[in-house]
Each structure stands twice: as structure tokens, then as C-alpha cells.
């Protein structure tokens, strides 16, 4: 099971970069044998005028790398009510052409201030990977709200029901993504 993630924050103390670390660690216990990052912060903006000059390197990249993934795995956080710019600017990217995310199957997650965590910008999320035909099970949702608080200062979650979403997540997706690969 290869697994890739993306990350839809660039901070370097960003809450997602945390959460992905403990998922990648809850996916090697569950069956992945490797994990490989995909790096979205060096795409530049999509232009259809870049794009008619040729695929930039950095695309052509990343797009190889999701082609050989049997799961997906994307931790946004929510910004003005939905994803973020660079994440989006990914997904536009892997769009063009041959759309590589076609039929993968990816597991979505998010960390954000606030009470309402990463719910809208989840919706938002599940909405632009279905026009990519990517399969995303519609359950167990996890929400991480109070980013600030959400981690231990060793990067573990504060909370153990939070990892223990986040485990059931993970395990459902990755059984789910290898049936789809069989």
C-alpha cells in the first residue's frame, strides 16, 4: 500500500503537518509500506497560459507521484470557509490532462482554530475531489477544532479520542482502498 499525502498548509508549525505525522505513523501500523509526501507549495498559480507553454516541471512531479498512490491522504486546514489556495492550486493542476487523482481513493482530514474545525472546508473539499472522480468515504468524518490546543507539545493529540478518530479513519480507508486495488 503506497500511501502519498498532501498537506494544504505550507507553515512550518502548521497543525495539519502535525496530524499528517501521526497519520502516517497510524498508516505504517495498518499496512502502508511506504509514504511519500507531495509537495504542492512549489506548483506555481494554475495558468492556462503556463499550461499551454507546457506542464511545469514541479506538476509533471507531482502528478507522477499521485499516479502511483493507492491512497491519498489530504489534511487541510479551513480558510474563509473552505480549503486552502495552495491545496486548491493543486487540485486544479492535477486536473489538467490525464488527472492522475481519477479513481484513486483518498482519506480527507483537518485541524483549524475554532469550534467548528475543518466542517466547511471538508464539504468543500469532498465537492472538488468528486468532480476529480476521486473516492472519498462519506464516514468517519474527523474535525479537528482548537488546533492551538489539539497537540501535545511531543505532537501527539491532547485528546486520545482524537487519535482514536483519526485510527478509525485511516483503517477504514485503507481496507476500502484495498479492496479497490484487487
Known amino acids: 500500500m503506497h500511501v502519498v499525502t498532501l498537506c494544504g498548509s505550507l507553515r512550518s508549525g502548521s497543525f495539519n503537518k502535525k496530524a499528517l505525522a501521526i497519520a502516517k505513523a497510524i498508516a505504517t501500523q495498518h499496512g502502508a509500506s511506504s509514504i511519500t509526501d507531495g509537495d504542492i507549495g512549489s506548483l506555481p498559480l494554475y495558468n492556462g497560459d503556463i499550461e499551454d507553454q507546457g506542464m511545469p516541471e514541479s506538476v509533471t512531479q507531482l502528478a507522477t507521484l499521485i499516479a502511483t498512490a493507492d491512497l491519498v491522504m489530504i489534511a487541510s486546514p479551513e480558510y474563509n470557509h473552505s480549503i486552502s ?49 476521486v473516492l472519498v468515504l462519506p464516514k468517519p468524518e474527523v474535525l479537528i477544532g482548537m488546533g492551538d490546543t489539539a497537540f501535545t507539545p511531543e505532537g501527539a493529540f491532547t485528546d486520545p479520542k482524537t487519535h482514536e478518530f483519526l485510527e478509525t479513519l485511516i483503517v477504514t ?3 476500502f482502498a484495498e479492496k479497490m486495488r484487487k
Not at 490525464?98 to 473539499?125: M, Y
Open 85 to 133: 489556495g495552495v491545496l486548491k492550486n493543486a487540485l486544479d493542476w492535477l486536473s489538467r490532462g490525464e488527472n492522475p487523482l481519477a479513481r484513486k481513493v483518498a482519506c480527507i482530514f483537518g485541524v483549524s482554530n475554532g469550534k467548528f474545525a475543518t466542517v466547511r472546508g471538508q464539504a468543500h473539499l469532498r465537492e472538488v475531489l468528486l468532480a476529480l472522480n
Open 173 to 175: 480507508t485503507i481496507a
